[in-house]
């Protein structure tokens, strides 16, 4: 193997310790030197003080300097990122999820979860949309569309690159979203039997909140017959899961007229038939364009079972007491509006937001509310967003099955 020595980065002493552990991510005040000529996305070598190898990774300014991606010495070429590729589509394949014709859309890539910090790729029903978070990653996207050429066949029909938002933001290197390969034949895609159509195009993430597939999978048992509130809804998902499921009725909510529309849609696809607030109590499902608090406070109905999937309330350690606020008074005027054995689906994808925190607000709204709370399921994301045992920062998404009498 021939290695061409490339820049290399030395942390001070101590600092060993955490990429010796498999953390892989290298902060800016560890580093005591760096040799060579070194820019933004470029691979680096990362030695521990005395020269000793550790890791090799993508350098970035900020924070996270280097984010590491190999913890033995390689040739970062074309063949290391496509058997990464290979990796991670064979793990999908074992769960079920890869070559499954109930469900064609799923998560490729989880970033530090499949060795790849800084990559997400979500596979759509034969495109693969990529979304890069760091510079390195956004300078491989040519290897990265070989490799899931190679992988795919004729299975792939396109990859699409969703990286505008997501790109950091103080650099000067930028990404367009766009089509970087192929033609997409079609926008549905197929979850447990259930169609959706996606809009990676103009939609929030990469266009589906595939995270939520086993939650879904679990509130289908919990709606034969019940009256479902679904908040937050974005395209549907959880009404579609307990319309099909038999519910009685199923109201969804989301303060975007645009998600609204996806989700009528999306309700339509599946063969029911989407009503707006004026019809009120005629159909089986009703759509509010309304922000959910204030739906809460206009509204006297109880519901059988209720789902509460914000956005994340906090985006940084700042604004975490703030967002514990949030969940605090969410689930407050949740628990205003369930039944006496009901149930509450209540989430947080905040990842400065521990279990054990989300845990703490659902309790005082919970005390607030005077009643008997019990906790039946705690979720997390499902297997293909899998997080790596030595980088607990992967884990982001909490959830709680409450019964409340
Ligand atoms: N549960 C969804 C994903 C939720 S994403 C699923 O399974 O796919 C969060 C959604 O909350 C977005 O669609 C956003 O438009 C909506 N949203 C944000 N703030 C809101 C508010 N105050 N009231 C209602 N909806 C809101």
Redesign the pocket.
């Known amino acids: 193997m021939s290695l061409k020595p490339g820049p290399v980065i030395k942390l001070n002493p101590g600092k060993e310790q955490s990429p010796l552990r498999f953390h892989p991510w290298v902060f800016s005040g560890a580093i005591k030197s760096k040799t060579g000529e070194i820019s933004e996305g470029d691979v680096v070598e990362v030695q521990d003080s005395r020269g000793v190898f550790l890791g090799m990774g993508h350098y970035q300014e900020g924070t996270i300097a280097v984010r590491i991606f190999a913890f033995k010495k390689a040739d970062i070429d074309l063949k290391f990122w496509k058997n990464k590729l290979v990796r991670a589509y064979n793990m999908r394949k074992k769960l079920g999820l890869a070559e499954n014709p109930e469900t064609n859309v799923y998560r490729l890539v989880f970033a530090e979860g499949d060795g790849m910090p800084g990559l997400i790729i979500d596979f759509y029903n034969g495109t693969a949309v990529i979304q890069t978070h760091s510079i390195g990653m956004h300078l491989i996207k040519p290897d990265l569309v070989l490799a899931l050429q190679e992988i795919y066949g004729n299975q792939l029909k396109a990859v699409y690159d969703k990286s505008e938002e997501s790109m950091p933001k103080l650099s000067n290197i930028k990404s367009t979203n766009g089509l970087l390969w192929g033609n997409t034949e079609t926008n549905e895609v197929m979850e447990n039997g259930h169609r959706f159509h996606i809009d990676w195009e103009t939609g ?1 993430k990469t266009g ?2 595939i995270d ?1 597939r086993d939650s ?1 999978e679990l509130l289908a048992k919990y709606s034969k017959d019940k009256v479902v509130l ?6 549907g ?2 009404s579609i899961y307990a319309l099909a499921a038999g519910a009685k009725e199923v109201h969804s ?4 007229k645009k ?1 609204m529309e996806l989700t009528d849609r999306n309700v339509l696809l599946n063969g029911f038939s989407p009503v707006v607030e004026s019809a009120a109590g005629t159909a089986n499902h009703i759509s509010f364009a ?4 204030n739906f809460f406070h206009g509204k006297e109905m109880k519901y059988d079972v209720i ?1 509460l ?3 994340a309330f906090a985006k940084h350690q700042s604004a975490k007491h703030n967002a514990v606020k949030g969940y605090t008074k969410l689930n407050a005027e949740a628990l205003k509006h369930i039944k006496p054995g009901g149930f509450l689906f209540t989430y947080s994808c905040s990842q400065v937001v521990d279990r054990q925190l989300f845990l703490g607000a659902v309790m005082a709204a919970s005390i607030e509310s005077g009643r008997s709370v019990r906790v039946l399921h705690q979720l997390s994301q499902p297997a293909d967003h899998p997080r790596s045992i030595f980088h607990p920062e992967g884990e982001y998404l909490k959830g709680l099955v409450l019964y409340i009498e």
């Open positions: 929030q589906f909140f939520q879904r679904n908040t937050f809804c974005y395209t998902g959880f909510v989301d303060s975007s998600a309304e922000d959910t608090f789902v999937d914000p956005p």
